[in-house]
């Protein structure tokens, strides 16, 4: 099965298709929940839950003095706009 268009609303994507695209993102699952993610990139690393409503993005140790920063962003939102929003980095 191959993903929508990237202007598709992820809403609009089977959830074996946005598993397998976070896994391309370089995400790994959490084998004890399977709604929260992981992914560490260059410089950043951060927690990402698939919510019911929502996917929840927490930047791990973003900001100055070792804060978390915490993003919510709607299925409604098209897989081009996610990808931008939260692999981007904080």
């Known amino acids: 099965m191959r993903l ?11 959830l074996p298709l946005i598993e397998s695209w976070l ?11 399977a709604s929260s993610w992981y992914v560490r990139r260059n410089g950043w ?6 919510d019911i409503e929502e996917i929840r993005v927490r930047y791990i140790n973003a900001i ?5 920063i915490q993003r ?3 299925y409604s939102l098209s897989r081009q706009d996610i990808e931008d929003a939260i692999f981007t980095g904080p």
């Not at 929508?4 to 089977?14: A, I, K, R, V």
């Not at 896994?23 to 929940?33: E, F, I, L, M």
């Not at 100055?64 to 978390?68: P, S, V």
């Open 23 to 33: 896994q391309t993102q370089g995400c790994t699952q959490d084998k004890a929940n």
């Open 72 to 74: 919510v962003f709607p």
């Open 45 to 50: 690393e951060a927690e990402i839950w698939m």
């Open 64 to 68: 100055a003095g070792n804060k978390d």
């Open 4 to 14: 929508p268009s990237p202007d598709t609303p992820l809403y609009n994507h089977p």
